[in-house]
């Protein structure tokens, strides 16, 4: 099972969501006359249509369904009820203040970017409260998932110091550069000229360079120490980018049959972020490993198959009642998949 996350959201994909949330508004009129009717009843819980509709156009919105759309936000509906039911029977629910920190981590991973998370759900369309529910399935998951699994400090320690110079940990030296190609020695003295005048590098690239880059004002993309070199960018350039102190101009450079005259706009050092930065990404990093490598995630699947062959479900969407029935008629068919956890208690 796979619980969709904020890392997925695609800000092109709200073109379609106007059509597909005025289709499914169409529907759920037609079909129900009123949102608050069931769409789904698991295990005696109701959701209603007006939920599973919301839950189809945010879906939508995300960009990662294809369709019949309904039929599969259907599936997923039954799945993430039986796993939080499962939660709650186990006292595993996720808390509030465990949804707050875990959305106020993705907020500064996004904000680390350059970009804001409100921004980008009001840009894509997705209310920030699907976002919440998004974070609050993942944490359920995590928790049965890793349910009885252990991570002590040690071993966070020690995978943090044999990777710290990855990139997971390690940004590399980053170097912001503008480049003006020309065809002639000649001709880069007279731009250099002309630059050491005070004239505006974009505007010189866009008139003068015979590059790529002409069109963004010469603006290459970020190098990166160690990284392949992007497109049309020489490693004469990169070398002389790195040494060079910013905001300085160089040139020019023979490279090939042609001169660059080279843009050192800023300049970022190697960043390692430090252990307290990242111990807790490090211990559900390991966590989720270890409930792979010992097999607690497998006994989740199972455990899932286990819960939607016994569950009560019942359908109000007409056209949806037949596929479920078919479904939930060959997990019932499919062998006994393993055994169920118990509470301490015994229950």
């Known amino acids: 099972m796979s619980i969709p996350f904020l890392p997925r959201l695609r800000p092109g994909s709200r073109r379609r969501a106007p059509l597909l949330i005025a289709g499914l508004s169409l529907l759920a009129v037609g079909l129900a006359g009123c949102g608050q009717r069931m769409a789904l009843k698991i295990n005696g819980e109701t959701i209603s249509q007006d939920k599973f509709y919301q839950q189809c156009a945010n879906s939508e919105v995300q960009g990662f369904l294809t369709p019949p759309v309904g039929l599969t936000v259907i599936n997923q509906v039954i799945q993430q009820q039986l796993m939080t039911q499962e939660a709650r029977r186990l006292n595993l629910v996720p808390t509030d203040a465990e949804v707050n920190a875990q959305l106020e981590t993705i907020r500064k991973q996004i904000s680390a970017r350059g970009q804001s998370l409100d921004q980008l759900v009001k840009q894509i369309g997705l209310p920030l409260d699907a976002v919440k529910d998004e974070i609050r399935l993942g944490l359920t998951q995590r928790k049965l998932v890793t349910q009885g699994v252990t991570v002590t400090d040690k071993d966070v320690e020690q995978f943090y110091n044999q990777n710290k110079l990855s990139p997971q940990f390690t940004t590399p030296e980053q170097v912001d550069a503008q480049q003006i190609t020309v065809p002639s020695e000649a001709a880069a003295k007279e731009v250099k000229q002309t630059l050491d005048k005070n004239a505006d590098f974009r505007l010189v690239a866009h008139t003068k360079s015979i590059d790529q880059y002409k069109d963004q004002g010469g603006t290459l993309p970020t190098l990166q120490r160690g990284y392949p070199l992007?497109?049309?960018?020489?490693?004469?350039?990169?070398?002389?980018?790195?040494?060079?102190?910013?905001?300085?101009?160089?040139?020019?450079?023979?490279?090939?049959?042609?001169?660059?005259?080279?843009?050192?706009?800023?300049?970022?050092?190697?960043?390692?972020?430090?252990?307290?930065?990242?111990?807790?990404?490090?211990?559900?990093?390991?966590?989720?490993?270890?409930?792979?490598?010992?097999?607690?995630?497998?006994?989740?699947?199972?455990?899932?198959?286990e819960l939607q062959k016994d569950a009560d479900i019942q359908v109000g969407l007409d056209q949806f009642k037949q596929p479920v029935e078919d479904m939930q008629k060959m997990y019932r068919q499919a062998p006994a998949p393993g055994m169920t956890p118990v509470l301490p208690n015994g229950r």
């Open 230 to 305: 992007p497109p049309g960018v020489s490693p004469l350039v990169a070398a002389e980018a790195f040494k060079t102190p910013q905001g300085q101009i160089v040139g020019p450079l023979k490279v090939g049959n042609n001169w660059v005259v080279l843009k050192v706009a800023s300049k970022k050092p190697q960043n390692t972020k430090t252990l307290a930065e990242v111990k807790d990404d490090i211990r559900q990093q390991l966590l989720m490993q270890k409930a792979q490598q010992g097999g607690q995630a497998q006994k989740f699947q199972q455990r899932m198959m």
